[in-house]
């Protein structure tokens, strides 16, 4: 099944004209007609338009030869929902949008296509990004396709669902507080969020704009450095995207860690850390140590202030970022007798619980009075935070961590808890609070359950090249990425 | 007990840019609503501003030129409110890190030098404009994005004449810095005023009382003629006034509340993620500094000083920019600038009327609209600028007649040629050879026994008679001055 097969395979085998981006997409299409109608990581999607890419993908490589510099050429990538795709619709999984369809593509999806990319699907999600398993999206839940009762994770739910089913090659995600890293490790993904202004955010619908950073998701860790360094680079639209140059991720892979530094941050050995997540991450620490790694132990003093420093910086950048859904311009509107009504009426009818109780959160942060004890407060703590990191990355080249306290949670197991399931992001919110680097990758199973758990491995700045050379050595040496769920 | 005033005001002026403020829309006046609008000025989901380099520089420009502050580094904060014409709900702005601050402005008032401290000129855009029908309203975003600067001052102003002449010399200086068109019909500026009264020799301030929607100068003058006297008896009768908005009338010349304190909005102010924090480079400052121009009224206390130019005809060499120009080059060389000044602004000038008038006239007979019309300025006339201070220098020794020389002008207008080689081509030269002057005076004197017994019997005035009549008999040339003394002394003798 060309569906099950990883970005590199394929298009080894594309550029021996062995197989066709016909066959690839065709594949992907009937793994969706097969398994979707269950895990609905898929929004809506357009078979027609998917294989008329692919037929001009195979026309291009018949008429060119295979291009190194377009390396993803016939590749079915899917999208989450957040992203601008030029004539698809654009919902954030949310009501309020309507039918909106987006007149122009985000620059994400510019260098995918200029890459060759196939850009197929709108994926699920939690309505505009807030949420951690997929249960705040207004169209339904995606389900983890290693048990269909449990949630995939989120926000970035069917972006991991459907990578981890196959109904796709690869996928975009979007990484806030851990909405790529999360879902990649409950659905037994790799997921990368890299550093925050090394992709152009330009045509991501914001929900924390100084947080959000995108990134892919894919089947195995090369693949991940493949797509970033399609998507990497300083944009002319996005004023906070970096001019660093890209390297060639995929080249630093060299599978040798020797003398590399590893850091094991104390604060992350919380209470509600799973026995058999614990046990899984310490088994890939000791991997590591044999692959010629050094371990340390490091602090991250000001962890505990993460997840209170988050929700209000996120929930207060998310106010002012989702004023613009009135029902003047576009999407849905439910009319008033004047502005106020207009708009109370839209929002309160568009706009699911969640999302509105981040909006009053964030509403309330800035409000006059308030504004110096919690949003000035958070921005210190944040410097702080950041601080701890880069005086961390002085000492190991990377941080190792779970990526998740539990396995997948069954569905509606905490959608009563809000402030449960925020802690279930507990080791993946600060690396967006620092702007620094991470992935997760599979390291293990949860036995009875055979539920996937990620490492989350953490790196600096622009530290890409060596988170990746790090993740990709651990996946070489262990078989947990090769797994495919049960799923028929 | 009496009452005094104390004004401030908030000045927007949109910034001569060629595109807007996040996006490359152009910046235009006019056009079909919702022609100039794209994803970025329309807040369609997921875009990003990027800001206007230009729009920066030219804040920059203002500051210097209002004798500003300019911070190292300069922020841009969103201000929330929901409103159908502001696409983001949020208003881009500068809250507590402007580009510029702690200037003044100097103008002439009542015949003294009035200085205003301005607190600071800070960047924003601007927001669409509505349009309410009868059973629905429209917004144009033509206007969603337009770079606009706003002019705050600190309470320095006393009184609706201080602030009329506060908000021209302020126009004066944007356009003059290019900074501005500052077409009030166009909405360019709009100003918001503060203005509260105590009693004289007081120094707390009352309550501040803000006015919004005068659309021009002269209805921020109303509205505080009309303001200033209401606060003032509202205060008399013992009431006690509380900070709130109202808005000015126009129509019916009368400002009303809109709301109080109570219900003033919470903006929620909150640093802009999605932009940088603005650096000045400091060899862009340098740049800037060093080519700034002069202030207007700089130029004329200068123009005053250098030229020895009554300050009426500085004034308007001042108000006219391009005039001043034209005027200042070859001022430098002349040793009659005074009478230079004089050509220009009344000779030349009147020329240039004459042409506009005629060509308005053709245009409009070509079914041209008003600001389709091209019209002959300064930089197409045919002569050069030292032409005319030839003509002038000609004149002034004596060369050539006043009224000849207003013929020569003419004449270089419509051919461009040199003046002298018109004065020798018309035979316009001025006879100012006393042999010939006495011999057409004593034929006047002779010609004309009426004029020369009533000066004779202490009519001076009938002098002037028979100097035109001299002037007549030379068709114009003899040197005016020299007839009237060689008359004098013959009917003297």
Known sequence: MLNQHTISDLTRRLAQREISAREITQSCLDRIQQVDGRVRAYLSHD???????????????????????????????????????????????SKILGNYISPYDATAIEKLRAAGAIIHGRLNMDEFAMGSSTENSAFGTTRNPWDLARIPGGSSGGSAAAVAADEC?????????????????????????????RISRFGLVAFASSLDQIGPITKDVRDAALMLKVLSGKDSRDSTSLPDPVPDYPATLSGNIKGLKVGLPREYLVPGLDSEVKKSVDAAVQKLVGLGADVCEVSLPHTDYAVATYYIIATAEASANLARFDGIRYGMRVDGNDPAELYSRTRGAGFGPEVKRRIILGTYVLSSGYYDAYYLRAQKVRTLIRNDFLNAFEKVDVLVTPTTPTAAFKVGEKAENPLQMYLSDIFTISCNLAGICGISVPCGFTSPGNLPIGLQILGPPMGESTLLRVAHAYEQSTDWHKAKPPLQ | MDYEAVIGLETHVQLKTRSKMWCGCPNQYGAPPNTHVCPVCLALPGVLPVANEEALRLTLRTGLLLQCEIPARAKFDRKNYFYPDAPKNYQLTQYDQPSTRNGHVEFEFNGTLSRVRITRAHLEEDVGKSTHFERHSGVDFNRAGVPLLEIVTEPDLTSADQTHAYLNALKEILQYGGISDCDMEKGMVRCDVNVSVRPCGTQALGAKIEIKNMNSFSGVRRALEYEIPRQIAAVRRGEKLVQSTRRWDDVAGVTEEMRSKENAHDYRYLPEPDLMPFEPAQDWLDNERASLMELPLARKQRLMREYQLPA??????????????????IARLSKNPKLLANWIINNLQARLVEIMEKEKTEQASLGLE?????????????????????????VARGALSSASGQTVLAEMVASGKAPSAIVQSMGLAQVSDAGAIETLCDQAIAQNPNPVADYKAGKEAALNALKGQVMKLSRGKANPAMVGEILQRKLRG
């Open chain 1, 47 to 93: 078979p027609a338009d998917a294989l008329a890419q692919a037929d001009a993908a195979d026309q291009t490589i018949a008429r060119e030869g295979w291009n190194e510099a377009r390396p993803l050429m016939g590749i079915p990538v899917a999208i989450k929902d957040v992203l601008a795709v030029r004539n698809h619709p654009l919902n954030c999984a």
């Open chain 1, 169 to 197: 090659i690869a996928s975009i995600g979007t990484d806030t507080g851990g909405s790529i890293r999360q879902p990649a490790a409950l659905c037994g993904c790799v997921g990368l969020k890299p550093t925050y202004g």
């Open chain 2, 312 to 329: 009426g005809d500085a004034e308007v060499l001042k108000n006219n920019r391009a005039l001043g120009d034209y005027y200042e080059p």
């Open chain 2, 370 to 394: 008003p600001d389709e019309m091209k019209f002959t300025g300064l930089a197409d006339l045919k002569f050069k600028p030292s032409d005319l201070l030839d003509l002038v220098e000609m």
